[in-house]
C-alpha cells in the first residue's frame, strides 16, 4: 500500500447559522481545502461525504452529488457514508483505503451537517436514531441518558467523581474560548461546571457537547505527489474502523467500547506506534464522560485513571497529553457529520504549527479518535508530520 | 488490481411485509448469503450496506452496525453507504474496490429498505429528498413528475410512443410472474398498462414501479480463494460509479444521463467488453421510461431508439438483448436501498443457471444498472461466468 498525505485542509466556523444551508457550509470547507491544496474541482478524482442525518434534519437526501457537483466535481464517483457520529471518520477511512490502494491520486474528504434549523427536541430525536430504536428509543432513552448510565457505572466502579466530569470540561472551554471558529468561546469554572442545570443525572449542562451547524474537509492524496499540492503535507500514518452492538445492554460492559479498543490497535499497528507515542489528540467528548473513557480505550491512561487523570490536569494543553486542544464538541462544536473530517483538520493544523494560541508545544505526532453512537462505530486516525 | 467474484448471494421476496422490519429483512437475505457461500460470519471482514432512507422511514438510523452484529460479525469495518436509489449499487463498487486492491479477502455487501410502514404520501416525499429540496421538491416536483417529463421530451425529440412506454411495462410484468421472489406476480396486457390511471402524463400506473420491502446481499471474494465458498462463482469483470447534478434543471439535456453514460464507460473499458457483447442486464426501470433511457446511454440501442426496440420486442427473455428477466423494478419490486445489490443477486442467478422459468439461453455475460435520483448517480457492473 502506498502512503497517503493530507494536502489541504479547510473548516467552516461551528455554531448556529440560520443563513447558511446545509450546501453552502460544505461548499465553504470544501473551497478552502481545496484552496489550501492549490488546487481545483477538476483535481479531485472521488468525493467522501460524511453526513448522520442531513435528510431529517434538512429533506434534502443523495447529498453527495448534490454538494460535489456544485463545487464544480463532474462525473466522479461521489458517495455519502452514514456511520451516526463517526461518518465522516468513516469517509475519511474508506477515502484512505481507495488512496493508499492506488485507486485514486487525489480525493476529497468533507463531513457537514446543519442541526440548528429543528428545534431541540426534534434534534434530540434524530440523534436518537444512532441508539437502538426499539430497546433504547422505544423506552426513552436518548444520548444524554444513554451517557448517563455510562458515566454512572464508571463511577461505580472505579471511583471516577462528578468533579472529573467537570474537569473535562472546564478544560475543553478553557481551549475553545482561543479558538476563533469555536461556537462557545466561554471559560467556565469548575464550580460553574458542577452547578450547571442538570440534564440527565450525573450529567448537566456542561457535561453535553453542543448542537452544531459546520462543516470540515480535506484534500488525500499519494504522499509521493504532495509536494504538488502543499510546501506542509501532513502524514496519515494509520488509520482504522472498528463496530460494535449498537444496543448498550448488549455490552459486556458499558464503562469501555471494544470498537474503541479495536479501532486504536488497528492504527497503532498500521502507524507501527503505541499510545505513549501519542503527543496530543482530538478525542470525541460528545458527554464529558466520553473523552473520559476514550482516554482509557486509547490506552493513553490505565483502566479507571481517565477521571483523575483529566482532575489532576493532565490533559490541558501543557499537560503530559493533551486532548482537545481545539475545545472539543463541548466547546468547538458538534455538527455530528462533521466532527470526524473536523478533528483530522484541528491535528492538521497543530502538526502545521498554525494553531495560533493554542498551539502545543509537542505537535509531530496526533490522533484523531471519532465515535458513533455509544460506542457501535470508532474511527481511529494518526497523523504526522512530514 | 486483484480478480474479484461474487460466492454467495440471497435475498428476501420483496412486497409489502408488516411483520418484518428492516433488520429482519436485512439478516434473512446476510444469511441467505452466507449460506449460499457454505461460510459464517467470522469469514466477513468489513460489512457495505446501501440504504436510501431508513431513518426516514423507520426512525432507526446508524443502520450498518445494527444490521452486522445482529448477523453476528464483531468488530469489523461496518458502513452504511448512500446514494439515493443506488445506494447498495454504491455500497457493491466501494466493496469490489476494497477486495480488488487486496485490502480484504472476503466481504459482505448488503442492500435493504423497508417502506411500506409510511403511507404512500409520505413514501412520496421521503423518495423526493433524492431530487433538489430547493429547486425541485419546494415547487412540488416528485419523482413521477420529473420522470414525466423525461419522457415528454424523449417522445418530443425521437417520436417515442405511449405503447412503447406500456411496452416496457408488458414485458416486465411478464418476466415477474415467473419469479417466484417478485411482488407482483400478474402478466398484463397493453391494453391495461395504456389505459391504466394517470399518474403523471405522460406515465400512468403501470409506468411505475412499486412501493416495497425488501433486502439483498452477496458475499465478495478475492477469485483465487472464490473455490472455497463455492462451486459456481461469478466473475465481477467490471464496475464504475459516476455522478452528475441532482437537480434536472441543471443538465444540458434530460433525455440523456452523462453519470450512466460514463459508468457504463468505466465498466466496458475494466471488463474490456463493448456494449454489443453484454447477453443480458437488470436495468434500472424505476419507470418505464427510465429503462428506455437506460437501453440507449448503455449504448444497447441508438439514441432515441429505445422505445422502439422494446415495442418491437428486442428487449423480452427470448429478444436480441434481454432486458430485466427478473421483473425489474417494475413488477419484482422496488425497495430502494435493496435494488442494487438485488440487480446482481439476479444477474448471479442467471449466469448460475438457476433463474427457472426465466433462465435465458444465452446467460454468460451480464450487466446490472442502478441509478440514484434523475441520474445523479449511476452504478454500472459487468459480471461474467467463471
Chains 1, 2 share one sequence.
Request: aromatic share 6%; net charge neutral.
Amino acid at each position: 500500500m502506498r502512503k497517503v498525505a493530507v494536502v489541504g485542509a479547510g473548516k467552516t466556523p461551528f455554531g448556529a447559522f440560520a443563513d447558511k444551508d446545509l450546501r453552502s457550509l460544505a461548499m465553504t470547507a470544501g473551497t478552502k481545502a481545496l484552496e489550501n491544496a492549490r488546487t481545483g474541482p477538476d483535481a479531485i478524482e472521488a468525493f467522501y461525504l460524511g453526513n448522520f442525518a442531513g435528510p431529517q434534519f434538512t429533506s434534502q437526501n443523495h447529498l453527495a452529488p448534490w454538494i460535489s457537483t456544485a463545487l464544480g466535481m463532474k462525473g466522479i464517483p461521489s458517495t455519502r457514508f452514514e456511520a451516526a457520529c463517526a461518518s465522516s471518520g468513516s469517509a475519511f477511512f474508506h477515502a484512505f483505503q481507495a488512496v493508499s490502494a492506488g485507486i485514486y491520486d487525489v480525493v476529497m474528504v468533507a463531513g457537514v451537517e446543519k442541526m440548528t434549523s429543528q428545534p431541540t427536541a426534534r434534534v434530540t430525536e434524530i440523534l436518537a436514531g444512532a441508539g437502538d430504536s426499539q430497546t433504547e428509543v422505544l423506552v426513552g432513552s436518548t444520548f444524554p441518558s444513554l451517557f448517563a448510565m455510562i458515566a454512572r457505572r464508571h463511577m461505580h466502579d472505579f471511583g471516577t467523581k462528578r468533579e472529573h466530569l467537570s474537569a473535562v470540561a472546564v478544560k475543553n472551554h478553557e481551549n475553545g474560548a482561543l479558538n476563533p471558529d469555536a461556537q462557545m468561546r466561554k471559560v467556565i469554572t469548575l464550580e460553574q461546571a458542577m452547578n450547571a442545570r442538570p440534564i440527565a443525572e450525573p450529567l448537566n449542562l456542561y457535561d453535553c457537547s453542543l448542537i452544531s451547524d459546520g462543516a470540515a474537509a480535506v484534500v488525500l492524496c499519494a504522499a509521493d505527489r504532495a509536494r504538488e499540492f502543499s510546501d506542509k503535507p501532513v502524514k496519515v500514518l494509520g488509520v482504522a474502523q472498528a463496530s460494535d452492538f449498537v444496543a448498550l445492554d448488549l455490552k459486556e460492559d458499558i464503562t469501555t467500547f471494544p470498537a474503541v479498543r479495536a479501532a486504536a490497535q488497528g492504527a497503532y499497528r498500521m502507524a507501527g506506534v503505541a499510545a505513549a507515542d501519542i503527543e496530543f489528540a482530538e478525542l470525541h467528548d460528545c458527554f464529558t464522560i466520553a473523552e473520559i473513557v476514550a482516554m482509557e480505550d486509547l490506552g493513553f491512561v490505565e483502566r479507571g485513571r481517565g477521571g483523575f487523570f483529566s482532575f489532576e490536569g493532565g490533559t490541558r494543553r501543557g499537560g503530559e497529553k493533551p486532548v482537545n486542544a481545539s475545545g472539543g464538541l463541548k466547546s468547538k462544536g458538534h455538527p455530528v457529520g462533521a466532527t470526524g473530517v473536523a478533528q483530522i483538520c484541528d491535528i492538521v493544523q497543530q502538526l502545521r504549527c498554525e494553531a495560533g494560541e493554542r498551539q502545543l508545544k509537542r505537535h509531530s505526532l496526533g490522533l484523531a479518535q471519532n465515535l458513533g453512537g455509544s460506542g457501535a462505530t470508532c474511527v481511529v486516525t494518526i497523523l504526522g508530520r512530514d
